[in-house]
């Protein structure tokens, strides 16, 4: 049975990719896209800090430098929900309507 990996066996930031050029890469981007994409589809305005990798690069360096790949999100929305989203496959949440945003749900079938 494979050891489960602990959190400060995790590679530094920069050594995963996130070093200088990417920070001037995603402050270029927050400014061309200064909004959550997740809360403007639910109808709120959002302030984005993170530039989200749609579909995980997994150290993959021409999907992580891919721009059609990124996505502006807030904080919360990154730390919350997407993540829950790539290890359960379900998108929580609702629209400011109450309908979940989840195609799959059954409310929405």
Known sequence: MPKPRRYDDR???AARGYGYKWQKARKEFLKDNPLCIDHKER???V???V???IKPHRGDQELFWDRSNWQALCEVCHD???QRLEKSGIDAGCSVDGI???SNHHWNN
């Open 11 to 13: 590679q530094s930031s």
């Open 43 to 45: 109808g709120y305005i």
């Open 47 to 49: 302030d984005a800090t």
């Open 51 to 53: 530039v989200d990798h």
């Open 80 to 82: 919350s929900h997407k």
């Open 100 to 102: 979940p945003i989840d």
